[in-house]
């Protein structure tokens, strides 16, 4: 059986853990969230948790935000709560919070456990709480591939849309924005990104499929490549 590989390197040294991108994101949550140091804050999904652990920095909370993920990556960061158990499990528990981030995650639940995932995240929200659900824009996607990752990215994303319905279903009351950040890299650390597979569509790729793509990277780009990296940003308030 194929052994099936997991994300480990979505946000290890690449744009999505840079400072520039980190603080525009947390620029961009303040126009979201009155943040104020008595504000409880839950990362579902977290990865190495640059942001909640920025937002700390900057914040001074009184309660550590927490982080939760399925994988406890080399390097997280240490000024936050992280545990490492599966959002399902965790959000069984009766804290609340004021503001609960699921960025980038949602791609990662079936539709029946994304449900759950919404049911529990709404109970688990305090008086005025916000969720905040990060996902890479559906359409016109920029994100630079080859062509076998392109057919990955783009089916992964007819799948989120299916996942934007549900969240419309389940949420109701949800307004969307867009965050955009100017992403300006070197084709040689972007082809060291596809190497490590930042991102799901190159997980269940053979070796020779990557090493494939990346000379065709090689010669479709030059040597520095420039994109706007565009997540819908879903809103919902108690
Ligand atoms: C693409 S990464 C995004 C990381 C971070 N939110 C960011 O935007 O930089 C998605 C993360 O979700 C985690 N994840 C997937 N399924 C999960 C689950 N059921 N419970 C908790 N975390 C999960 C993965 O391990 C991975 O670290």
């Known amino acids: 059986m194929k052994k099936s590989r997991k994300l480990r390197n979505w946000d290890n040294k690449t744009w999505l853990s840079s400072k520039a991108y980190i603080t525009q994101f947390n620029k961009f949550l303040k126009t979201k969230i009155n943040f104020n140091k008595n504000l409880k804050i839950l990362d579902i999904g977290c990865g190495r948790a640059n942001i909640i652990s920025a937002l700390q920095r900057k914040y001074k909370l009184k309660n550590k935000p927490i982080g939760i993920d399925i994988i406890s990556n080399k390097g997280v960061k240490k000024n936050i709560i992280f545990k490492r158990v599966d959002a399902l499990k965790y959000l069984d528990k009766k804290e609340k919070y004021d503001l609960i981030l699921i960025k980038q995650t949602i791609h990662f ?15 688990r929200l305090n008086t005025r709480g916000k969720i905040l659900i990060f996902s890479l824009k559906t359409k016109n996607n920029k ?66 499929d990557i090493k494939f793509g990346i000379s065709e990277i090689e010669s479709k780009y030059k040597n520095q490549i420039k994109f706007t990296d565009t997540l819908k940003c879903i809103s919902y308030k108690r």
Not at 164 to 184: A, D, E, H, R
């Open 109 to 123: 639940f079936s539709k029946i456990n994304l449900n759950r995932l919404l049911n529990l995240t709404k109970k």
């Open 143 to 208: 994100i630079p591939c080859f062509k076998k990752m392109r057919k990955n990215l783009k089916k992964s994303l007819k799948r989120d849309e299916v996942l934007f319905k549900i969240i419309k279903k389940n949420l109701k009351k949800i307004s969307y924005t867009n965050f955009n950040f100017k992403v300006n890299i070197s084709k040689q650390k972007y082809v060291r990104m596809i190497k490590e597979r930042y991102i799901s569509c190159l997980l269940n790729m053979s070796n020779k």
